[in-house]
């Protein structure tokens, strides 16, 4: 399927209509960069784009709440941080909440306003992301000694 067909797939969630879905594909497509790709084979993307055209497509439903799981990973530090901008917009300019499930510190912390840690399906932290990397069972379990020298 092209890029546009992924999209307008998820549009035709929301009506039934195939013009108002392939309207509503084009402006989410250009929101998210990826203007000019409409025609191009989903597959021919490279992972970063294959990524934008997945949260594209959950956006044409219409959420109130999108949810990324890990959704950064395998992408290079450069991609990484359009991707965390990307997000940042998504909620800002379209009032999308999200739930991010992500494992790197430098994802989590510019976009969270709130963090859970989990060690092996137990909670063990909550709160502000500055306060939850200064706790000592998150230090232990996930971040090291570089985060304790931060502080």
Avoid: W
């Avoid at 790709?37 to 021919?44: D, F, G, P, W």
């Avoid at 917009?89 to 999200?98: K, S, T």
């Avoid at 499930?101 to 399906?121: A, F, N, Q, T």
């Amino acid at each position: 399927m092209t890029v546009l067909d992924n999209v307008i797939c998820g549009a035709l969630e929301r009506t039934n209509r195939v013009s108002q879905a392939r309207g509503r594909a084009l402006d989410l497509l250009r929101f998210m960069d990826l203007g000019g790709k409409e025609e191009a084979l989903a597959a021919s993307l490279t992972l970063a784009d294959k990524k934008r055209l997945e949260i594209t497509r959950a956006l044409a439903t219409g959420p109130k709440l999108l949810l990324l799981d890990e959704a950064m990973s395998g992408l290079t530090p450069l991609e990484t941080n359009a991707a965390v901008e990307l997000v940042r917009r998504i909620h800002a300019e379209l009032g999308v909440a999200i739930c991010v499930v992500e494992h790197v510190m430098e994802v989590v912390m510019p976009l969270s306003h709130r963090v859970i840690v989990l060690d092996r399906g137990e909670k063990i932290a909550e709160g502000h992301p500055e306060m939850v990397v200064r706790d000592e069972q998150v230090i232990r379990a996930y971040l090291g000694d570089r985060y304790r020298a931060r502080g």
